[in-house]
């Protein structure tokens, strides 16, 4: 069975740093894309960015309004998706997925909170 | 970046009536990778239709889903009480991923 369980959702003020991770298991991670999408309160979806398997040569993708704030990163040993998260802004409050699949989006986590909040 | 409009926002309908939505890019996409997802209130969205037409696993066949280029169709057949959630498109064919603002299917 597919498990994708983030953590490390928070609480933050503006222009704070937060870093999420994601667990994965009942894939082979190291043949995955991975991505995270979020979802701010009451709102819909937002592609924050998604980091191609390493035989796709690796390279990240983001959404505009994170490109250059948020970085995307991987650990095949340990099974793990990290999104590192700088110069935070009120309107990046969101529930924050973890997710798998090639373009579509097949398997998703429950979400982990973030709050930026002065 | 590739813009999806989705309408209508709400759709109003009874269980065993017919439901289309529509979702409409701003620029023709690439090999009609275009996707529909669901979601129900907390819980985390599911893939329903991928490549604008071929349904995912498991998901019954009163969900269809058509069109090509710019212009996409969810369609289901005929509303089960389950059915009533937000649905969302998606489209992979181009850089970023983007995905429509939602249109919500509620009872009438």
């Known amino acids: 069975e597919v498990q994708l369980v983030e953590s490390g959702g928070a609480l933050v003020k503006p222009g704070e740093s937060l870093r999420l991770s994601c667990a994965a298991s009942?894939?082979?991670?190291?043949?995955?894309?991975m991505s995270w999408v979020r979802q701010a309160p009451g709102k819909g979806l937002d592609f924050v960015g998604r980091v191609k398997k390493r035989r796709d040569g690796g390279t990240t993708e983001y959404g505009a309004p994170v490109e250059g704030r948020f970085t995307i990163s991987r650990d095949d040993s340990k099974n793990t998706l990290s999104l590192q998260m700088n110069s935070l802004k009120i309107e990046d409050t969101a529930v924050y997925y973890c997710?798998?699949?090639?373009?579509?989006?097949?398997?998703w986590g429950q979400g982990t909170l973030v709050t930026v909040s002065s | 970046e590739t813009v999806l409009t989705q309408s209508p926002g709400t759709l109003s309908l009874s269980p065993g009536e017919r439901a289309t939505l529509s979702c409409r890019a701003s620029?023709?996409?690439?090999?009609?990778?275009l996707a529909w997802y669901q979601q129900k209130p907390g819980q985390a969205p599911r893939l329903l239709v991928y490549g604008a037409s071929k349904r995912a696993t498991g998901i019954p066949d009163r969900f269809s889903g058509s069109g090509s280029g710019t212009d996409f169709t969810l369609t289901i057949s005929r509303l089960e009480p389950e059915d009533f959630a937000v649905y969302y498109c998606q489209q992979y064919g181009g850089s970023p991923w983007t995905f429509g603002q939602g249109t919500e299917v509620e009872i009438k």
């Open positions: 009942g894939f082979t991670f190291s043949d995955a894309w």
């Open positions: 620029q023709s996409i690439r090999s009609n990778q």
């Open positions: 997710a798998t699949g090639i373009g579509t989006i097949d398997w």
